[in-house]
C-alpha cells in the first residue's frame, strides 16, 4: 500500500470535482455523472502512471495522507 500513491489518486480525482473514495457512485446516478467519473479516473490514473516513474512526491501538492489507525499520533 502506497499512501503518496493514494494520496496523489484522491488529490488528482479531487481537481476534477470528483470525491472519491468518501462518495461512491451509486444506482441514484445517471450516464452523465458516469462519463464524468471515468473521465476523471482516466486523466488521474494517467498522472499515477507517471508517478510510478518519477515519484509521486514530484506530483503531491501537499502531504502525503496519514493512516487514521497508527502507533504513534
Given amino acids: 500500500i502506497s499512501l503518496p500513491l493514494r ?3 484522491c ?3 479531487i481537481k476534477k470535482k470528483i ?3 468518501w462518495i461512491s ?8 455523472e458516469l462519463d464524468i ?3 476523471a479516473a482516466e486523466k ?6 507517471n508517478a ?3 515519484g509521486a512526491n514530484k506530483y503531491l501538492q501537499g502531504r502525503s495522507i496519514l493512516p487514521v ?3 504513534y499520533n
Fill in 7 to 9: 494520496t496523489l489518486f
Fill in 11 to 13: 488529490q488528482e480525482m
Fill in 19 to 21: 470525491l472519491i473514495p
Fill in 25 to 32: 457512485v451509486s444506482t441514484a446516478h445517471g450516464q452523465q
Fill in 37 to 39: 467519473t471515468l473521465s
Fill in 44 to 49: 488521474s490514473l494517467a498522472v499515477l502512471k
Fill in 52 to 54: 510510478l516513474h518519477k
Fill in 69 to 71: 489507525f497508527r502507533k
